[in-house]
């Protein structure tokens, strides 16, 4: 079941999953995020972002790119798929992706100062970037989801990420400046 969720004080408007919880709620978001999370780990981020100078068809890529160094992902692999069907938000260029980065959790150092290896995960990373040039903006909506293992990666994409992508709609514009 989804509820149609207002992000940035109903500016924006997209369908998230009802039982999945507002992350601010929890701890503090930055101003320019939006985001909800699973009891599973599953984290959706809606993102305004400047935007970048990159081409249409390679934003999804840079973006994913981008979000692998800041994870500090060891190995990542990152696939371009075709926008589904049914997007609301017109006069913008689509691109979206599939792609599954290697990442280290936790610490290298315990409290003692000891080292301690690092537990890596594999996190499936779902991503549609919305490149709105009237207001020199890229809209970004991600879902990112621990996987136990590659057999696990859902490579056309989440119900979750089909439904937020294709409900996503902006009521105010006055929100980009």
């Not at 935007?51 to 981008?66: H, I, P, T």
Request: with cysteine; proline share 4%.
């Amino acid at each position: 079941m989804y509820t149609n969720r207002p992000l940035y004080g109903g500016a924006i408007t997209c369908d998230i999953k009802t039982d999945w919880k507002d992350v601010s709620d929890i701890r503090q978001v930055p101003d320019h995020q939006e985001c909800y999370q699973e009891i599973d780990g599953a984290v959706l981020v809606v993102e305004i972002l400047e935007r970048q100078k990159v081409s249409d068809a390679g934003a999804a890529a840079f973006f994913f790119k981008d979000l692998a160094e800041s994870n500090g992902s060891t190995e990542n692999k990152f696939e371009p798929k075709d926008i589904p069907a049914g997007t609301n938000l017109m006069n913008c260029s689509l691109c979206a992706g599939v792609g599954i980065q290697k990442v280290a959790m936790g610490k290298d150092h315990d409290m003692a100062g000891n080292p301690r290896q690092q537990e890596v995960r594999l996190v499936q990373v779902e991503m549609c970037v919305f490149r709105l040039a009237n207001v020199g903006t890229d809209l970004l909506v991600t879902i990112s989801k621990p996987i136990s293992d590659l057999s696990n990666k859902n490579s056309s994409g989440s119900e979750p990420f089909h439904k937020a992508i294709s409900s996503l709609q902006v009521r105010n514009w006055g929100l980009f400046g």
